[in-house]
């Protein structure tokens, strides 16, 4: 991975197209920026998103942002607007066995060079969300919170969301139990009785402490009730529940 080119600069109210004009300004397209949406669920696959949005008005999609700070409905939006009007999208789907395989970490890296790969339109830069990936095949720059400051990033999260919620309510018809059209995967109190109550689902990913506990490979806590009330009540959230190394 390597910086923003000599000379260019992104200033903090450079809004959400700003990496990608200062980019443009030293003559760097197409830029692609990638993202993954279900590093932290407990269940399903991991997605990866890819997406090149074209300069000018073209580009803009209207109510972009990132993908956890949209509704559902505004999610759908954006994703109708982003593969109408992209130069280039790709979506990776790596199932649960393959991220038990791999490991999470190693999965996230895979997921999102497997995506660029995809893109039909070679990237000259390459934008990513929070830490450098290589093996990309060109040139990037790893961004504080990506999906929040640079569209490509954005759009890629909101591609990559879209597509896993989809996959994880079609789930929902298979495993009704486990509820997964509400909370996609993630550990929520009624996520985690659920796995107590009925065991993991063959979708379900062994290398969380919490599947191996209600699979009967890890010993639960003495105060089963305590550690249900602990999860967050908001709901789902990207961020691993005790992955085994």
């Known amino acids: 991975m390597s910086t923003l080119p000599r000379g ?3 200033r903090r109210d450079a809004g959400l197209y700003g990496y990608e004009r ?3 300004r030293h003559g760097i397209e197409p830029i692609a920026g990638v993202d993954e949406a279900g590093r932290g669920a407990c269940a399903g696959p991991l997605v990866a998103g890819a997406a090149i949005l074209p300069p000018g008005k073209a580009g803009i999609i209207p109510g972009l942002a990132d993908s956890k700070l949209l509704t559902a409905a505004a999610r759908e939006r954006c994703y109708d607007q982003i593969v109408r009007r992209a130069d280039a ?3 990776v789907v790596l199932p ?3 991220c038990d395989r791999l490991g999470m970490h190693v999965a996230n890296v895979e997921a999102l060079r497997r995506a660029v790969a995809k893109l039909h339109v070679a990237p000259s830069y390459v934008l990513t969300d929070g830490f450098p ?3 990309l095949g060109a040139p990037g720059l790893a961004v ?8 490509c990033v954005a759009a890629a999260s909101v591609l990559a ?3 896993r919620d989809r996959i994880m309510t079609e789930m929902d018809a298979d495993w009704p139990a486990y509820d997964f059209k509400t909370h996609k995967g993630y550990i929520t109190p009624t996520h985690s009785a659920a796995l107590e109550r009925h065991g993991p689902s063959p ?3 062994m290398r969380f402490v919490n599947v191996r506990r209600a699979a009967g490979l890890e010993p639960w806590p003495e105060d089963t009730t305590a550690a249900l009330e602990s999860e967050d009540p908001a709901g789902p959230c990207e961020a691993d529940d005790g992955e085994m190394p």
């Open 8 to 10: 260019a600069t992104v």
């Open 22 to 24: 200062a980019l443009r």
């Open 89 to 91: 999208w790709a979506v």
């Open 96 to 98: 649960h066995d393959e």
């Open 133 to 135: 990936v290589d093996g």
């Open 144 to 151: 504080w919170k990506g999906d929040r400051v640079a569209a």
């Open 161 to 163: 969301k879209v597509t």
């Open 203 to 205: 979708v379900h990913r």
